[in-house]
């Protein structure tokens, strides 16, 4: 029988029960020179790991020197399975003994590593989970990535980029100067504003009277019908409805606000309407590339005067006035 000695005195069975014994022995050695193969491949140390002969052949070997002479069935067995176990527990104990060193030469080079690669680099701990089998060459390369301190280049123009910190910074600042629009606008709203106006009924009654520039032209007749109220009885019967406020031959609308008039320079036919005085321009007025800056008394007129004399001048050349409407240039009278 192949593998036994020439003193084999054993039976049949106890032949079968070795070759069974022998191929478990067997599995388990390929997976035990599987681990090494792949041991001595990673590490590179192939050459601690080859025994020079097959498992089988040492194991013959060994059993052959106990065996010399003629021994009992029960020697041989005893013998044969002493030698399998030592030789077993031998190769673990190789076994066990590389894979400490394995562990303590990779806890080395891993401490080396983190001594070596800077801290300050956020890629740092990505050289501790790579492969294991370079050389000291190239575990000392990570050194070399010391160099200054890395961040944004000052110079590099990145304003198109979006930058949500930048926006809410720009968002607060829009809303900060709103308020502060709105604030000086209500300041300018709340400002005295003195008006000239001459009360109309077919020749003129010029007064002053003193309004905000916020109040609309409803507030300002208000003010108007108690200013005349005691010297027109018209007036007196009259209401803030049935007077109309005609400025450089427009009548504005009672809706309308004095800071509108001026926030906008809005133009009449014959002048500006966003002065309230009465002046006269002192310019050259023979120049026709300089625009007048006269200013007139506004009209206040009855309504059912109005009605009655629109035909003739100078309701006849009143107009509603119509904030769309843009005038290029000032007539007069009955240009």
Known sequence: MAGMGDGYVGSAQDAVRIRRLEKQREAERRKIEELKSKTASTQGQAGLLQFGSGTSEILETAFKKETVGLVTREEYVEKRVNIQNKFEEEEKEKLQKLLEEEEKLQLEKRQKRKRKVNPRLSFAEDFDDGTEEEDENNIEEPAKLKCGKLGKDPTVETSFLPDSEREAEELAERERLGRQWLQEQAMIKNEPLEITY??????????????????????????????????????????????????????????????????????????????????????????????????????????????????????SRWEIYDPARKWERYTIHGD
């Open 198 to 315: 001459s009360y109309w009924d077919g020749t003129g009654h010029r007064r002053v009277t003193q309004v905000r520039k916020g109040d609309t032209i409803g507030v300002f007749l208000r003010s108007v019908q108690q200013q005349l109220a005691p010297e027109f009885r018209e007036v007196r019967t009259s209401t803030v409805e049935n007077l109309l406020y005609v400025k450089e031959d427009l009548i504005i609308p009672h809706q309308h606000s004095f800071y509108d008039l001026i926030i906008n320079k809005a133009r009449g036919k014959s002048g500006p309407l966003f002065h309230f005085d009465v002046h006269e321009d002192v310019r050259t007025t023979a120049d026709a590339t300089i625009e007048k800056d006269e200013s007139h008394a506004g009209k206040v007129v009855e309504r059912h005067w109005y009605e009655k004399n629109k035909h003739i001048f100078p309701a």
